[in-house]
């Protein structure tokens, strides 16, 4: 999985693990909490039909962005030269914040001047369900900066009736603007907000105006406005009065939100509108509002000339209960490796009713990862592949569920060998400017193929022989199963030499490690994507050192390259040496001997990435208290530099992990900045903001994951900072004083693989629940089987199921029912207390109010 934030864990804490007996009583889940979880994966594929430039030079240089409303939280790489851009790039992280639109920018890249924004597809959270797991076109719409929003508005509302000083009656509004929250940030600050609240009816438009707030996304308005909406001539005998002007019925509050300009043009926010008439039945109405865009009159006719984006999205949203109530589903699926056959377990069912495959995966390999339950597992799974292979050649070639669990399985537990293996290189050669080009067609002016040809063996060279020489660090789990899939393979094809080695290299070279090298940025091997000529470079060694290890396991004379120059290229390789060094290396890694990594000695690489701290050595007369640093974790220090540096290179300061005695979320209004978080230790707290949401999300987790079995942790923190004086939290003196807050729960020490459990389950929950069709229908085919053994001459339902033992596979999927039905009743319950207790109107549930 690829992302700016990929494969980030679930979630920071685990509740204990119950067992499969323990049933909680009914309604107990009222009065405990329900983690609500939710997540983004999928696919920005390409673009195509962008507007080309006007003049001779009509190409541009493409880049995708991710946002969630408006605050940008993934980028993708930038192709350039194309007014159909192909990306194809994965993403997948953890939503950590509510938001109102999910949206994908298009850009031109310009060097000089701002990116331009050709176009955007926004799509609002709850039509999200209607795209999951289908690959969409989306026409391109018009980005205007009316209709860029994001936040809410609190207002009240009330009609008063005055008596004038002549003795007249008439009625007088009172509009209460009181706060806002959620507003965008401005070129990646917080804005200066104000609002113009207004009187609009068929004759009359007044207006009235907020002061502005400084450097805030939540301001806090409570101001108050008086709009006179009737006057009238005197009483009659009956008490009654005349509306001279207009019908209330025809006037509206109209609330527009701005960011003071200063010197520039001030920008739109967003607007409200709200109908006078909200008050016929009650004397005063109170709600928060979800600002809407504006329609100024300038929207394209043709808005499908800007071109359209290719883009997959499963967005899911987890109620997550206490872990006792996930007893007898983990117990269930925990048994999987166990059943015989394998494809009547309650895991490979699951996988087998799926829409789509990568769906069930990721839960069910972090499940079974997390209870040493994944080896024989993988093993079962690949062995019912093999049953179907009939070429040695294509050994474990295919995109089943067994290939697909050993690719999320080398994700999770080969990203320290991945680093630790090829991120200096890798290094290297993005840092270095070398031409590796070795196409005659592609070739530059000046190049010389030969020294490109140089350049290129160079770089192969090294990385070849540090995978080969890398065998003590690949983890144990890999080494477990590449054992098995050795084992297996000689004994599906026992005629065959090679094929103990092709089982292997399979894996290990076609989807680890020429995978890595080709895409870094979404190992987490360099923090950017790398530059066209990069790439390319990159490209050119993955495919050569993807060849040497097929190459290397079958003996082959021949190598697969259909392009002529790589075939020459290739030549340079064919050696014994290369052949012997491959097959070593595959022998160790498939070894059932234990492995001691050898970065146990050297610190793990953990995260790294460009974000701002509050500088400790700050004046009061100083104004850049906030400076752009580059922060690097490992397993025993945080440290931060002034730009991008290597491992183990001088910092500007350094924090050991195991003096780290919390990292919480720091409050907005302590700087008046988003996305801030802070890692207390035994000196001053260090103040960090993130660029974006997710990336603060990713980095508190990592922070506390690493930290957790520290020694002294806090149990209370002040969740704002300590200025003139006193906490801004809780207004304490004392700078020592106690913390206000609890801490976050962390998670328990004896977790080896940081896995959330109780989320994994109850997303295999909601998959069970989503596929209830197609599981009754595999419980009809078992029926059908068991009942009828005659030849088949047409295919039927269950002919798109692996059914090979009817009866284990029946009781199965009956025990998956009585599961579900089970979890079905807390899950009802929370549902109805959620939708109960977030009235409309309220913080948590705001009114969406009509758009101009």
């Not at 804005?191 to 450097?215: E, F, H, I, M, W």
């Not at 589903?329 to 699951?350: E, F, G, R």
């Not at 640093?629 to 300061?653: M, N």
């Amino acid at each position: 999985m690829a992302a700016a934030a990929p494969a980030a864990a679930a979630a920071s804490s685990e509740a204990p693990a119950a067992s499969a007996t323990a049933e909680p009583e009914a309604g107990d889940e009222d009065s405990r909490d329900v983690r609500v979880l939710q997540s983004l994966r999928g696919k920005i594929c390409e673009a195509k039909n962008l507007l080309p430039y006007l003049g001779p030079h009509k190409m541009r240089d493409c880049f995708c962005t991710i946002n969630l409303d408006q605050e940008e939280v993934y980028r993708t790489q930038v192709v350039e030269k194309s007014l159909s851009p192909f990306f194809s790039e994965e993403f997948y992280f953890e939503i950590p914040r509510t938001f109102q639109y999910l949206s994908f920018y298009v850009y031109d890249k310009n060097v000089l001047q701002r990116d331009l924004r050709i176009g955007k597809v926004a799509i609002k959270k709850e039509d999200l369900c209607h795209h999951s797991g289908k690959e969409t076109w989306f026409s391109l719409q018009p980005v205007d900066s009316n209709s860029e929003v994001q936040g809410k508005v609190h207002l009240e509302l009330k009609l008063n009736e005055l008596i004038t000083e002549n003795g007249t009656v008439c009625q007088q509004l009172v509009v209460h603007i009181k706060a806002c929250h959620g507003l965008p940030l401005i070129n990646g600050q917080s804005c200066d907000p104000y609002a113009t609240v207004s009187l609009v009816g068929p004759s009359r438009n007044d207006q009235k105006k907020t002061k502005v707030k400084k450097k805030t996304s939540n301001p806090q308005f409570n101001e108050i406005f008086y709009f006179e909406v009737t006057r009238s001539s005197s009483y009659t005998r009956k008490s009654q009065f005349q509306v001279e002007e207009e019908d209330i019925e025809k006037l509206e509050i109209r609330i527009d939100l701005w960011n003071n300009g200063n010197l520039v043009q001030d920008v739109f926010l967003g607007e409200i509108k709200v109908p006078v008439n909200v008050l016929r039945t009650d004397s005063s109405h109170q709600a928060w509002y979800l600002l809407q865009p504006r329609d100024n009159g300038n929207k394209s006719s043709k808005t499908d000339d800007l071109g359209s984006l290719r883009l997959n999205i499963c967005y899911t949203e987890d109620y997550v209960l206490p872990s006792e109530y996930y007893g007898p589903l983990k117990t269930l699926l925990l048994k999987s490796p166990d059943v015989q056959p394998i494809s009547a377990s309650a895991a490979y069912i699951l996988s087998e009713i799926c829409r789509d495959k990568n769906d069930a995966v990721l839960p069910l390999v972090r499940l079974l990862l997390h209870h040493d339950k994944l080896v024989p597992f993988a093993t079962a799974v690949a062995e019912l592949d093999l049953k179907d292979t009939q070429d040695a050649n294509t050994i474990f070639r295919g995109n089943s569920l067994a290939t697909r669990c050993l690719d999320e399985m080398m994700k999770i537990v080969g990203g320290h060998y991945l680093k630790v293996t090829l991120k200096p290189i890798l290094d290297e050669i993005c840092d270095s400017s070398k031409s590796c080009e070795i196409d005659p067609i592609k070739l530059k002016e000046g190049d010389n193929v030969e020294n490109n040809k140089e350049n290129l063996r160079y770089y192969v060279d090294k990385l070849f022989s540090t995978i080969v020489k890398s065998s003590m660090s690949c983890p144990t789990v890999m080494c477990d199963i590449f054992y098995s899939l050795r084992q297996m393979a000689t004994q599906r094809f026992p005629n065959d030499p090679h094929v103990q080695y092709s089982a292997v290299s399979s894996f290990v070279f076609l989807r680890f490690f020429a995978v890595a090298v080709v895409s870094p940025h979404t190992f987490h091997l360099r923090p950017h994507h790398p530059d066209a000529q990069t790439i390319r470079t990159l490209t050119l060694i993955s495919k050569t050192i993807q060849t040497l290890g097929s190459w290397g396991s079958l003996s082959k004379s021949k190598s697969s390259f259909k392009e002529t120059f790589m075939c020459e290229f290739f030549k340079m390789f064919q050696e014994e040496g290369y052949i012997m060094a491959v097959k070593k290396f595959l022998d160790e890694i498939s070894s059932t001997e234990t492995k001691e990594s050898s970065g146990t000695s050297e610190p793990v690489h953990l995260k790294e990435g460009e974000m701002y701290k509050r500088a400790q050595g700050r004046t009061r007369i100083g104004k850049k208290n906030f400076k752009k640093r580059w922060f690097c974790l490992t397993s025993r220090e945080l440290t931060y530099h002034k730009q991008p540096v290597f491992i183990g290179k001088d910092a500007i300061y350094t924090i050991p992990v195991k003096n780290i005695l919390a990292v919480e979320k720091l409050e907005e209004s302590s700087f008046n900045k988003k996305n801030m978080f802070q890692v207390i230790h035994t000196e001053k707290p260090l103040y960090v903001q993130a660029n974006n949401c997710v990336e603060a999300n990713e980095w508190i987790d990592v922070l506390c994951r690493v930290s957790r079995c520290n020694q002294n942790r806090l149990s209370f923190y002040h969740p704002s900072v300590y200025l003139n004086g006193n906490w801004l939290c809780c207004q304490e003196t004392s700078e020592n004083t106690l913390g206000c807050k609890p801490c976050t729960a962390g998670v328990p020490a004896d977790i080896q693989i940081d896995i959330d459990e109780d989320r994994e389950t109850e997303r295999i929950y909601s998959l069970f629940t989503l596929s209830l069709l197609k599981l009754q229908k595999m419980e009809e085919a078992c029926g059908t089987i068991a009942v009828y053994q005659g030849p088949q001459k047409e295919p039927d339902d269950y002919s798109n199921f692996v059914i090979e033992d009817s009866v284990t596979t029946f009781k199965t999927i009956q025990q998956i029912k009585s599961i579900i039905e089970k979890l079905d009743e807390p899950h009802e319950k929370y549902r109805k207390k959620r939708s109960s207790s977030a009235k409309y109107g309220s913080k948590e549930n705001p009114i969406v109010g009509k758009a101009s």
